[in-house]
């Protein structure tokens, strides 16, 4: 491709779909990555490929010449007691929620570096990380090297590509659904954020758009967090 676009890795479902709806609603052209599915791919100027990062290499002569902006959206929610975690968990969740992105960076790294305007890469990790949580110890792992990366590959890109990472907290998408499974779940849930409520992917997908686009231009190093408050506040009555 000859065009500058973005690239969504994992753009067929939850969080990563409200991206790619909201950057070709902006007149966008959006390549969208994910293992399978074709939602949004009806959308006005929406390419998808399909192609499983955890196994699959990315064919990079699929991918446009110029690339403005890469979202990298997969990720897992694996809450285990740690003494029934076994290797192959940590190392499931290593390679869809930390592998996966170093993969993906690889090969947009050429795309991003044409791009006329500095470029920028989205990451994704969890409020687990900043706030100990129990049963949240592989996962809390991989996205916690995942904020690494953002940070060290943030100032080895400056000025060219920026680099950035959200951090939410538990939001309503297929990926948590046996967490909100019910009304006494979603009720609890809601409770425990300071905002009384938990995410939607718009909520999300908000803050990924501002960060891929030019209005966060000077914003790059950086874990967002888009958690209703849980990280950062306690509330007493």
Not at 49 to 61: K, S, Y
Not at 130 to 155: D, N, V, Y
């Amino acid at each position: 491709m000859s065009t500058t676009s973005f690239v969504v890795v994992g753009g067929t479902s939850g969080i990563g779909l409200d991206i790619t709806r909201r950057l070709a609603a902006n007149g966008c052209p959006v390549v969208v990555i994910s293992r399978s599915g074709d939602r949004g791919a009806d959308l006005p100027g929406v390419t998808h490929l399909p192609v499983d990062v955890t196994r699959d290499e990315i064919d990079a002569g699929s991918l446009p010449d110029r690339i403005q902006g890469l979202a990298y959206c997969p990720g897992s929610i694996r809450l285990r007691p740690f003494h029934r975690l076994m290797e192959a968990d940590f190392l499931d969740d290593w390679q869809i929620n930390f592998l996966g992105a170093v993969k993906a960076i690889q090969t947009c790294l050429p795309g991003l570096k044409k791009a006329e305007n500095p470029s920028s890469i989205v990451l994704f990790s969890t409020v687990a990380v900043g706030t100990g949580m129990p049963f949240h110890a592989s996962i809390a792992s991989a996205k916690g090297a995942l904020e690494g990366l953002t940070r060290s590959l943030a100032a080895e890109f400056a000025p060219k590509i920026r680099v950035n990472a959200i951090a939410p907290s538990l939001t309503d998408t297929r990926l948590a659904k046996t967490l909100l499974s019910d009304d006494g779940k979603r009720s609890a849930a809601a409770d425990r954020h300071p905002l009384k409520r938990f995410g939607n992917p718009g909520d999300i997908a908000a803050a990924a758009t501002f960060l891929l686009e030019d209005s966060s231009s000077w914003v790059t190093g950086q874990v967002i967090a888009v958690d209703g408050g849980m990280g950062a506040l306690r509330t007493f009555k």
